[in-house]
């Protein structure tokens, strides 16, 4: 299958990104000095400003040694404001730059002596859209207009390095497998759960996104591709302070997400809180061509079938809590929180059974309608002892968390002659509610010394039990409902987990390094009842492995505008909890879903070279070795497609990637994303060899534009090649977006208005290979082009307090399958 309806964003953005680089090397003049007599635990910020006003032309922060450097493309009379926590003021005399001198070295600056009181100072520095750190890759997303208004999935399409595919599976660098937190606190769902909850949560909840493909011992080891901790917005001040967030989307179907969050500060006590409602409508528009072979490969029937899918997924949430401050170093905290997701989707499909000759045979009509409500409710409790004023900390952390699920389904199946005579149906009821309880703890302690080290040590444990039940009945021409046991079951699982980390960093000079260690010891315990027609089964695993990490860094220069990190990790991948049910469930009278009992963990070794230049440029080199990979496998008996999880026995992937961002001009920002990955297998699935592998290409840029100080615009897009993912081989797609905003009611408000798919050209497909006397296609047509109005306000007093974490919870979260 071949897709050109991209070809036009495709020839657009590299026109941009040719124009964009060529600006790069534009002269600036870099203005540098050094402080003295400055606390190097509290490096002083440093204000570039214009001598005849003091307004801000850049801001700074300088290293612990005094030093600082900036770089600006301005010319003029400006001067250096430096100002340092506990010390006075201290203003520079004025000094000129002009177009031809590259670079200003200031005289030695020395600050005051202490003093009492500072007058109060307001520096906003606008973070960029990516950050680098030792150990993860931070994402800033109001960076970007085109965020607004939409959900936490869609945000996580825009994450460098990040792919969610039609169905919401969520992978990084080609790589299944992602475990996603939020908050530092796992998700605890399957893959399809999960991407329900994410589309319930708006996008501007979101205060930034840590991507790590080798995360810290501290981490829970589960994800072979690393994990993405998404950290919600959480208001600090004191006083009552407070944020709200309107919108609404129209593409074929309406969606709407809007939150509001709000904390109230008095004396010792910080109360929070942030409530959410959405409900987010789609289509997909499905065609599945199956073609069926003989022994020796002759055509002998064919499967056409389209589907028009339509999903109505609902969102109410809610979050409050409380930090009792009982002393200067002992803070208690409880947070409750939960949703009621509600969702309704319909299938309605139409086929064409073809004969050797591609005659038509028989026609199949199939209905399925499902509904489903799913709840949460989760309560954590926290302690956190301040030891001393070094930065020694002990935390405690305690969390019970329950899902429910209710679902019932239907589904009708006909399949009649082309005169309209009956031929067969299948008439299904189910009912499937789904319990699972989780419970947790930990102890996290974090001990840093003098000289820029840091030790971090923890134990964690947790208890995970779920019952799935499936009640399947045939349905009769009056209505009259009989147990079906052929796909009726009922499914128990237990698991225990227990870890230990210690986490060891240091720097000096020029280098740093930190060397982590994690043992985890797993207990999985697993019971199908039976009924009257399948005797009952178990199994019981246990599993005890040493997961090491380690991150070396390296940067020439003092001021660490060039940087080179090296980090390795080895990282497992457990499977879903209701993966493991070895029964099977109809989706439709052709197409089966099946469980894998015997389903291996899979293990994987993460390295990765990065080297940075300030925000500009960074170049990450990458290699991953990964063993018995958990995703989906295809499987035809008798004209009948079995989708089930099973393990790809060996998977490599290596290759590259870039990002950035760069000024233009004062008023054109450009940031830029792009990965070349090769992808390998050397397995073999239902006895069909998988030796191949592939490369793929990904873009990403995005361009802000600051027409003035109240108006901004976003055009962003991306576009990808083929990526072969196991037996699915994708064909290209790609997508343009773009987005205004306006600042209003004194900038503490802002209307956004937004676009996606501007083209309509993100419409996924590919083939279906590797089974045995058989080949598949598909092509999805999806409600992506959509246009998008919020409203967004703020409110906020006081000063600014330290943010808290909360949270025991580890990787449980993210193996959870309500259904």
């Known amino acids: 299958m071949t897709n050109t309806r991209f070809k036009p964003s495709i020839l657009f953005f590299l026109f941009l990104i040719l124009q964009s680089f060529q600006f790069i090397a534009a002269q600036n003049v870099t203005v540098s000095g050094k402080i003295t007599g400055i606390d190097p635990q509290s490096p002083p910020i440093v204000r570039l400003c214009h001598a005849g006003d003091s307004s801000l032309v850049k801001a700074a922060i300088s290293d612990s040694l005094g030093n600082f450097e900036l770089e600006i493309s301005k010319t003029g009379t400006f001067m250096i404001i430096i100002d340092q926590i506990d010390y006075q003021k201290v203003v520079s005399a004025p000094f000129e730059l002009d177009s031809i001198t590259s670079r200003v070295e200031l005289p030695v600056i020395s600050v005051s002596a202490p003093v009492t009181k500072l007058d109060d100072v307001i520096v906003t520095v606008k973070k960029p859209f990516i950050e680098r750190k030792i150990d993860r890759v931070v994402v800033n997303p109001d960076a970007l207009v085109g965020a607004s208004g939409t959900t936490v999935l869609d945000l996580l399409e825009k994450a460098p390095g990040v792919t969610v595919d039609f169905n919401g599976n969520i992978s990084l660098k080609g790589k299944a497998g992602v475990q996603v937190f939020i908050d530092n606190k796992p998700t605890y769902m399957s893959q399809e759960d999960l991407a329900g909850y994410l589309r319930s949560l708006p996008s501007n909840s979101v205060a930034s996104i840590e991507i790590m493909t080798n995360p810290p011992a501290r981490y829970d080891a589960s994800g072979n591709a690393g994990i993405i901790n998404i950290i919600l917005k959480k208001l600090k001040e004191k006083g009552f302070n407070g944020g709200i967030t309107l919108s609404y989307g129209q593409g074929r179907y309406y969606r709407t997400n809007n939150s509001f969050n709000f904390n109230y500060r008095v004396n010792k006590i910080n109360l929070f809180s942030t409530l959410g409602w959405s409900q987010n409508n789609s289509y997909q528009d499905l065609d599945i061509n199956r073609y069926y072979y003989t022994s020796d490969n002759q055509p002998s029937s064919s499967f056409l079938q389209n589907s028009y899918i339509k999903r109505e997924h609902g969102g109410r949430s809610a979050k409050i809590g409380m930090d009792w401050y009982a002393s200067k170093k002992s803070t208690i905290g409880v947070v409750f929180s939960g949703f009621y997701n509600p969702s309704r989707t319909s299938h309605d499909s139409q086929a064409s059974i073809l004969a050797a000759d591609n005659s038509v045979s028989a026609l199949v009509s199939a209905y399925t309608m499902a509904e489903n409500n799913w709840y949460n409710g989760s309560a954590n409790v926290n302690y956190t002892l301040k030891i001393d004023s070094l930065g020694k900390e002990l935390s405690v952390n305690a969390d019970y968390i329950r899902y429910t699920s209710g679902q019932e389904q239907t589904l009708d199946n006909k399949v009649r002659t082309l005169d309209g005579t009956p031929l067969s149906q299948l008439n299904l009821y189910s009912s499937l509610p789904a319990d699972i309880d989780i419970k947790t703890a930990k102890i996290d302690y974090v001990n840093p010394f003098k000289n820029n080290n840091r030790l971090e040590a923890g134990i964690k444990t947790a208890f995970v039990n779920t019952d799935n039940t499936a009640d399947f009945y045939d349905v009769d021409a009056n209505g009259n409902h009989t147990p079906n046991y052929t796909f009726s079951n009922r499914f128990l699982y237990r698991e225990n987990n227990n870890a230990a980390y210690v986490n060891y960093g240091q720097e000096w000079g020029k280098f740093g390094m930190q060397l982590g ?303």
């Open 517 to 819: 260690l994690r043992f985890e010891s797993i207990q999985m315990n697993g019971h199908q009842l039976g009924n009257a027609l399948v005797s009952d089964s178990s199994f019981t695993r246990m599993y005890n492995s040493l997961f090491p990490t380690a991150y070396f860094s390296y940067s020439p220069d003092s001021l660490k505008k060039h940087q080179f990190n090296l980090s390795f990790g080895r990282r497992i991948d457990y499977p879903n909890y209701q993966d493991m049910n070895p029964f099977t469930y109809p989706m439709d009278a052709y197409t089966y879903y099946a469980g894998n009992p015997y389903l291996k963990p899979t293990f994987s070794y993460n390295f990765d070279l990065t080297y940075a230049y300030k925000s500009v440029f960074a170049l990450t080199l990458n290699y991953s070795l990964v063993h018995n990979l958990i995703n989906e496998t295809n499987e035809q008996v008798n004209n009948i497609y079995y989708s089930r999880p099973g393990n790809y026995g060996n998977q490599t992937s290596y290759g590259l990637n870039v990002s950035g961002e760069f000024n233009i001009t004062k008023w054109w920002n450009v940031q830029y994303y792009s990965e070349l990955q090769n992808i390998g297998y050397n397995t073999s699935i239902y006895n069909q060899p998988l030796v191949e592998n592939r490369w793929y290409w990904y873009v990403g840029p995005a361009f802000r534009f600051t027409i003035t100080p109240k108006f901004s615009a976003d055009i962003a897009g991306s576009y990808q090649t083929r990526i072969l993912s196991g037996q699915f081989l994708t064909i290209p797609v790609g997508s343009v977006r773009v987005g205004l905003a306006y600042k209003i009611l004194k900038d503490q408000g802002s209307v956004k208005l937004n676009l996606s798919d501007v083209l309509y050209t993100n419409q996924p497909g590919g083939d279906i290979r590797n089974i045995a006397n058989s080949k598949a296609n598909w092509l999805s047509k999806l409600d992506t082009r959509v246009l998008t109005i919020s409203f967004s306000y703020r409110f906020s007093k006081g000063k600014a307090l330290n943010a808290r974490q909360s949270g025991a919870s580890d990787s449980e979260k993210q193996r959870v399958n309500a259904h």
